[in-house]
């Protein structure tokens, strides 16, 4: 598609449930970047993918964090025992590899209940 | 109209001045910094990036500087108009081969006055 984008745009869960948050870059671009945005705050770094690898997931806060980019495109956010802490905007971002000029997708509001 | 970073979080214009918006950054390792802009509901929008090699650097009615002795960008908008109005991000990123993660700034609200 023309830009990156991110399904679903909202996200209302139960504390302690599962839930997937759905990116599709850019086609042809290797570079795929989870970033976590609250409130008033800039975006904090999650994980990194070149290709199909987590190539940095030094952002994701604890083990109930995972990320998947199977076929080196889409690419699924999970998170598991969901926390209230855990609201927020998840913002996808795609780029050509070394870039820093990325697109992002227009995020998923997670709000847990 | 100037901001002077994180302790100015909002700035004001009228429609058709200059605006500038500046940030402190914190790693001296960072080998590109950027500005994106982000306006609600959205995503951050990249608007233009420096190198750590250079001190100035221009687009389209925007011009970024960078001072690395104090370690502070800023990012100059030309006639400042209505559709500027958002906020916006300096980023910066650590030089670290293809993984270009982003350490971002807390942000500076641009609202334009018509």
């Not at chain 1, 999650?46 to 997931?57: E, P, R």
């Not at chain 1, 998170?79 to 870039?99: F, K, N, P, W």
């Given at each position: 598609?023309?830009g990156?984008?991110?399904t679903?745009s909202?996200?209302?869960?139960?504390?302690?449930?599962?839930?997937?948050?759905?990116?599709?870059?850019i086609?042809?671009?290797?570079?795929?970047?989870?970033?976590?945005?609250?409130?008033?705050?800039?975006?904090e770094?999650?994980?990194?993918?070149?290709?199909?690898?987590?190539?940095?997931?030094?952002?994701?806060?604890?083990?109930?964090?995972?990320?998947?980019r199977?076929?080196?495109?889409?690419?699924t956010?999970?998170?598991?025992?969901?926390?209230r802490g855990?609201?927020?905007?998840?913002?996808c971002?795609s780029?050509?590899?070394?870039?820093?000029?990325?697109?992002?997708?227009?995020?998923?509001?997670?709000?847990?209940? | 109209?100037e901001?002077?970073?994180?302790?100015?979080p909002?700035?004001s214009?009228?429609?058709g001045?200059?605006?500038?918006?500046?940030?402190?950054?914190?790693?001296?390792?960072?080998?590109?910094?950027?500005w994106?802009?982000q306006?609600s509901?959205?995503?951050?929008?990249?608007?233009?990036?420096?190198?750590?090699?250079?001190d100035?650097?221009?687009?389209?009615?925007?011009t970024?500087?960078?001072?690395?002795?104090?370690?502070?960008?800023?990012?100059?908008?030309?006639?400042?108009?209505?559709?500027?109005?958002?906020?916006?991000?300096?980023a910066e990123?650590?030089?670290?081969?293809?993984?270009?993660?982003?350490?971002?700034?807390l942000?500076?609200?641009?609202?334009?006055?018509?």
């Amino acid at each position: 598609g023309a830009g990156v984008s991110q399904t679903p745009s909202n996200k209302v869960t139960e504390k302690g449930k599962y839930v997937e948050l759905r990116c599709d870059p850019i086609s042809g671009h290797t570079a795929l970047y989870w970033y976590r945005q609250s409130l008033g705050q800039g975006p904090e770094f999650l994980i990194y993918f070149q290709g199909t690898g987590a190539a940095d997931d030094s952002g994701l806060p604890n083990d109930r964090f995972f990320a998947v980019r199977p076929e080196g495109s889409v690419s699924t956010l999970k998170i598991q025992r969901t926390e209230r802490g855990d609201s927020a905007v998840y913002l996808c971002a795609s780029s050509l590899t070394g870039g820093v000029g990325y697109t992002f997708g227009s995020g998923t509001r997670l709000t847990v209940v | 109209g100037e901001n002077v970073g994180l302790h100015l979080p909002t700035l004001s214009v009228q429609e058709g001045d200059n605006s500038i918006i500046n940030c402190a950054y914190s790693n001296s390792a960072s080998d590109y910094f950027i500005w994106y802009k982000q306006e609600s509901g959205k995503g951050p929008q990249f608007i233009i990036d420096i190198r750590s090699n250079m001190d100035k650097r221009q687009g389209q009615r925007v011009t970024v500087l960078l001072n690395k002795t104090v370690k502070h960008l800023s990012l100059q908008i030309a006639a400042t108009q209505p559709g500027d109005s958002a906020v916006y991000f300096c980023a910066e990123s650590p030089n670290a081969g293809n993984n270009r993660k982003l350490i971002w700034g807390l942000g500076t609200s641009l609202a334009v006055n018509p």
